[in-house]
């Protein structure tokens, strides 16, 4: 039987967090039935601070991503969901979301 859960986005760190709280998704770096390695990039965002990757902690399959290509304004909060992964075996408990740095825009 296969399981799926969303892909949501973390707590953003409080050195890219901006008064919003939130995130504007500026690129995916997948698409639907790719599978992503542990540690590989889902998708860009930008704060006011900083370009931020969302990332994977597990190796998981991307069954569906919400917003179509392309866009230009999305913004989202903590724990929204932009798709929905599968994942095999333990890994669908396992996997987790996380934020690392691509480029800071501007310093605190």
């Given at each position: 039987m296969?399981?799926?859960?969303?892909i949501k986005l973390p707590t953003i760190?409080?050195?890219?967090?901006?008064?919003t709280n939130g995130a504007t998704l500026k690129k995916y770096c997948?698409?639907?039935g790719d599978r992503i390695s542990k540690n590989?990039?889902?998708?860009?965002?930008?704060?006011?601070?900083?370009v931020i990757e969302l990332?994977?902690?597990?190796?998981?399959y991307i069954d569906r991503?919400?917003?179509a290509e392309?866009?230009?304004?999305?913004?989202l909060q903590e724990n929204d969901p932009i798709g929905t992964f599968s994942a095999?075996?333990?890994?669908?408990?396992?996997?987790?979301?996380?934020?690392d740095l691509k480029k800071h825009i501007r310093k605190k």
């Open positions: 296969a399981f799926w859960a969303f760190p409080n050195e890219f967090k901006d008064q997948t698409k639907t590989s990039a889902i998708a860009y965002f930008e704060t006011w601070w900083a990332k994977t902690t597990e190796d998981i991503l919400f917003f392309p866009f230009s304004e999305i913004s095999e075996g333990d890994n669908i408990h396992k996997a987790k979301t996380y934020w």
